[in-house]
C-alpha cells in the first residue's frame, strides 16, 4: 500500500492525516503508538457499522487493541442535543478516562458529534478521525471544527478540538452510493477553485475518473488535504484565511436552510452550486472574466454534478428570503454579508463588503432560470 502522509502543523496539537487504499485493515497498528491501555471506544453510524466495524474491529484486534462499539441511527437528524448526550453518556459508561482515545468511525455528522463528544468528556480526550466518505475525508475530518445542529440553525454549538490522527482508507469510498461520491466532489473542486488552478485544470480532465481509479482517488483525496492543512495551520479558529474554506457555502447555507437539510439537496451538492453562484457574482462585481465562471459550471455539468438552483426539486422561496436566510449564516460579521468572491479560477479572497442588491439581482436571475 503507497500511504500519503499529510501534516497539520499546530505545534503541540500537530497530527498527521494519513490516506491510502486499505488503512481500514492497519488501523490498529496505526492507532496503537498513541494508546496507554490497549482499548478504544468507536462510535459509528447504523450503515457503517453494517459495512464496515467487522473490519475495524478485526485490525484492532490483531494489535491486541479492545473496542467497544456504539452505532447512531445516519443521517443529519443524529447531529443533535439527544445524541449527543447519549453519545457522552455512553463513552462515561465505558469509563473513557482522560488518556483514553475515542474513535469516529463515519462520514461528516458522526465526525463532528464524536470529535465534540470527545471535546467536552472530561474535559478533553483525544480522538481519531476514521472518515468513510468523500466530503468527510477531504473536509469534515481535518481542522479540529466539531459541533452539532440545533433547532436555531446548523453547527451553531461546538468546539476546536483538533483529531490526534486520521486516517482516510480510500477503498472505502468504493461503497458510497454514487450521488453521496459526487456531492463529496462538491468539497474536492472547491480547493481547486479557491486556491489551486492547476489542481482545477487537473480535476476538469481527472474529475469524471475519480470513482473508479483508486490512484487518481487517492490523489484528490490527498490534494484536498493537503490544501486545507496549510490554510488550517495558517488560521485555525477562522479568524481570517480559514474562511476561504468556505467558497460557496453562504449560498449553500440558505439552500439547504430552503430545502429542509434533507435529501432534497446535500451538502456538497449545495456546495456545487454555491460555487458557481459565487463565481457567477464575482463576474458581475468585475472582479473575473466570464470564462471563470463559464468553467465552472460547465465541469459541474461534465461530472453530473447539480449545477443551477433549477437542479434542485421542488419549490424554493423567492429571490429576497434566499437572501434574507444568507442574513442568518455564522459568517455574517457586524451585520455585513462576508462572501467568498474570486478573481479568477485558484484565486479566491474574503469580501466583507458585498452590496445586496447585486447578491438579489444575481439570486433573481437564477430562480428566474428555474
Ligand atoms: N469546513 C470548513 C472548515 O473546516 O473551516
Not at 474562511?243 to 437539510?261: D, M, R, S, V
Not at 478573481?343 to 430562480?367: E, H, N, Q, T, Y
Request: hydrophobic share 50%; aromatic share 6%; charged share 25%.
Amino acid at each position: 500500500m503507497v500511504m500519503d502522509v499529510v501534516p497539520v502543523a499546530l505545534g503541540a496539537r500537530s497530527y498527521e492525516v494519513r490516506i491510502g487504499p486499505g488503512l481500514l485493515q492497519r488501523a490498529g497498528a496505526e492507532i496503537a503508538p498513541l494508546l496507554r491501555r490497549k482499548r478504544v471506544a468507536v462510535v459509528t453510524d447504523e450503515t457503517v457499522a453494517a459495512h464496515h466495524l467487522a473490519a475495524l474491529e478485526a485490525a484492532l484486534a490483531a494489535e491486541g487493541i479492545a473496542m467497544t462499539s456504539l452505532a447512531l441511527p445516519p443521517g443529519e437528524g443524529t447531529k443533535g442535543w439527544p445524541e449527543f448526550a447519549r453519545t457522552v453518556e455512553w463513552l462515561l459508561d465505558q469509563k473513557v478516562e482522560r488518556r483514553d482515545v475515542v474513535v469516529a468511525f463515519g462520514g461528516g455528522v458522526i465526525g463532528d458529534l464524536v470529535g465534540f463528544a470527545a471535546a467536552v468528556l472530561r474535559r478533553g480526550v483525544r480522538f481519531v478521525q476514521i472518515p468513510t466518505t468523500l466530503l468527510s475525508q477531504v473536509d469534515s475530518s481535518v481542522g479540529g471544527k466539531t459541533g452539532i445542529n440545533t433547532p436555531q440553525g446548523k453547527n451553531l454549538v461546538g468546539a476546536f478540538h483538533q483529531p490526534a490522527l486520521v486516517l482516510a482508507d480510500t477503498l472505502v469510498l468504493e461503497s458510497l452510493p454514487a450521488r453521496d461520491f459526487l456531492a463529496g466532489y462538491g468539497e474536492v473542486v472547491k480547493y481547486g477553485l479557491l486556491g489551486d488552478a492547476a489542481f482545477f485544470d487537473w480535476l476538469e480532465v481527472n474529475g469524471p475518473d475519480l470513482a473508479r481509479d483508486a490512484v487518481k482517488r487517492q490523489y484528490a483525496v490527498r490534494r484536498s488535504v493537503e490544501m486545507k492543512a496549510e490554510i488550517v495551520a495558517r488560521d485555525e479558529t477562522e479568524e481570517g484565511d480559514r474562511a476561504l474554506l468556505n467558497l460557496g457555502h453562504t449560498f449553500c447555507h440558505a439552500l439547504e436552510k430552503a430545502t429542509g437539510f434533507g435529501d432534497r439537496l446535500l451538502h456538497g451538492e449545495g456546495v456545487a452550486i454555491g460555487c458557481a453562484l459565487a463565481f457567477e457574482l464575482s463576474q458581475r462585481l468585475g472582479l473575473c472574466s466570464q470564462e471563470a465562471p463559464s468553467r465552472v459550471r460547465a465541469h459541474l455539468r461534465a461530472m453530473g454534478m447539480k449545477v443551477d438552483l433549477a437542479d434542485i426539486p421542488g419549490d424554493l422561496p423567492d429571490a429576497a428570503a434566499l437572501l434574507a436566510l444568507m442574513g442568518q449564516d455564522k459568517k455574517v460579521v457586524d451585520g455585513q454579508l462576508r462572501f467568498i468572491l474570486a478573481r479568477g479560477i485558484g484565486a479566491a479572497f474574503v469580501a466583507a463588503d458585498v452590496p445586496s442588491d447585486k447578491v438579489l439581482a444575481l439570486l433573481d436571475d437564477a430562480m428566474r432560470g428555474r
